[in-house]
T-cell receptor, first 108, second 115 residues
Framework: AQRVTQPEKLLSVFKGAPVELKCNYS??????LFWYVQYSRQRLQLLLR??SRESIKGFTADLNKGETSFHLKKPFAQEEDSAMYYC??????????FGKGTRLSVIA | DAGVIQSPRHEVTEMGQEVTLRCKPI?????LFWYRQTMMRGLELLIY????????DSGMPEDRFSAKMPNASFSTLKIQPSEPRDSAVYFC?????????????FGPGTRLTVL
């Protein structure tokens, strides 16, 4: 079965420092990967999807099939980036499979 | 559009009581999902529906949990009897499909506390 692993439950960084939220997946095919984010007192929402190759709020994520990873990166963290981040995977027509999430705390 | 609507937002009940959580998906969305969020297990898919029909309920923890979708605009998740370990945030989400390009839209969640 496909699985998504986010090894860090909590990640604390200082404002202005680079951020990398790790995500690894186990699936032998060609999955589609996503990052969802939940800001304080807001709904869980889509941040970005790998097929779009987009940068959202300064965040990017590259799918590395060799390492089966989809790490989320931002060069300079902002206080407003503090949130819960979930990596998720879709295989074929099955619903999203989420990792356990990483709480990012950006310290001023 | 108010998005996905869930009620109640908070529920506190005693062990053994029946709990019913409600969800109204975004109009026109064919898929509805129920998730449970806990610190230990993260976000778990409990069950999902397509056109009001349950497709996969393998994530439902046990027989105490049941879900229905009587029509395209309403779904319920029921726990009977409730237990303290059911305490969690329950999310409902809807989408136009499950393919890559179909974003899931989440409700605000129901925080359930079972004493």
């Amino acid at each position: 079965a496909q699985r998504v692993t986010q090894p860090e439950k909590l990640l604390s960084v200082f404002k202005g420092a680079p951020v990398e939220l790790k995500c690894n997946y186990s699936y032998s095919g060609s999955p589609e990967l996503f990052w969802y984010v939940q800001y304080s007192r807001q709904r869980l929402q889509l941040l970005l999807r790998h097929i779009s190759r987009e940068s959202i709020k300064g965040f990017t994520a590259d799918l590395n099939k060799g390492e089966t990873s989809f790490h989320l990166k931002k060069p300079f963290a902002q206080e407003e980036d503090s949130a819960m981040y979930y990596c998720a995977l879709i295989r074929g027509n099955t619903p999203l499979v989420f990792g356990k999430g990483t709480r990012l705390s950006v310290i001023a | 559009d108010a998005g996905v609507i869930q009620s109640p937002r908070h529920e506190v009940t005693e062990m053994g009581q029946e709990v019913t959580l409600r969800c109204k998906p975004i109009s026109g969305h064919d898929y509805l999902f129920w998730y449970r969020q806990t610190m230990m297990r993260g976000l778990e898919l409990l069950i999902y529906f397509n056109n009001n029909v349950p497709i996969d309920d393998s994530g439902m923890p046990e027989d105490r949990f049941s879900a229905k979708m009587p029509n395209a605009s309403f779904s319920t998740l029921k726990i009977q009897p409730s237990e303290p370990r059911d305490s969690a945030v329950y999310f409902c989400a809807s989408s136009l499909g499950v393919q890559t390009y179909n974003e899931q839209f989440f409700g605000p969640g129901t925080r359930l506390t079972v004493l």
